[in-house]
């Protein structure tokens, strides 16, 4: 039963004050995560921790991000309405629909078929549904649809894969954590055919983006 009540709302009010003493201070990001139902992609049985600001295991090896990570990967992509994104690791599906709320066209691509089939039946049912979910590797990234104004990546990648930077718009933003453990939050915008600007933003933990592995 997809329930969400006013006590899961009350939560996800503290929450977002939570969000704004840790920086967070995009108010459409804000208002995106104060909108939507994160306890619906976990278990029931943890329904608990929906709305503690910490990663969760959602099954398969995969976590469901801290929501302060999903929060400040969103703030640096600087989404704005229609923007063209791509999200590298689509997992419980927490971070695409809070993309999806925010206007953006989706194309998330996921190499776990177990957490891609789940998905893909559970995102339409909240009415977050992305352009497109895609099972598949996603350091290829999505040639087909290219280029995108944003690529999210939402598990630690050893270095950053090349075909990523080649699908990003000039002017795109590709984030991504970058290192084994724990990650460097990595942002890359694109200045010219082969120009990128690299900033970094301290340590983050994600699980490891695995290579043409399901």
Not at 78 to 106: F, H, M, R, W
Not at 147 to 176: C, E, H, N, Y
């Amino acid at each position: 039963m997809l329930k969400d009540t006013p006590k899961h709302q009350g939560k996800r009010n503290q929450l977002i004050k939570i969000l704004e003493q840790k920086g967070i201070t995009d108010k459409k990001v804000l208002e995106a995560i104060k909108n939507i139902p994160r306890h619906l992609f976990m278990d029931s049985t943890f329904e608990d921790h929906a709305y503690q600001d910490k990663a969760f295991p959602i099954g398969a090896g995969q976590t469901i991000s801290q929501p302060f990570t999903v929060a400040f990967q969103t703030q640096l992509l600087q989404i704005q309405p229609n923007d063209k994104v791509l999200e590298i690791g689509t997992g419980s599906g927490y971070q695409c629909a809070l993309l999806v709320a925010l206007n953006a066209k989706i194309y998330s691509i996921e190499r776990q078929l177990e957490l891609f089939k789940k998905t893909n039946l559970f995102l339409p049912k909240i009415g977050l549904k992305p352009k497109k979910l895609i099972f598949g590797d996603g350091y290829k990234g999505l040639p087909a649809e290219a280029p995108f104004d944003s690529i999210i990546v939402t598990a630690g990648a050893p270095f950053i894969p090349k075909p990523l930077m080649g699908q990003l718009k000039i002017g795109g933003r590709l984030v991504i954590p970058v290192g084994n453990d724990p990650q460097i939050m990595t942002l890359l915008v694109r200045k010219g055919p082969k120009e990128f600007e690299k900033t970094t933003f301290g340590e983050f933990r994600f699980v490891p983006m695995l290579e043409n592995k399901n």
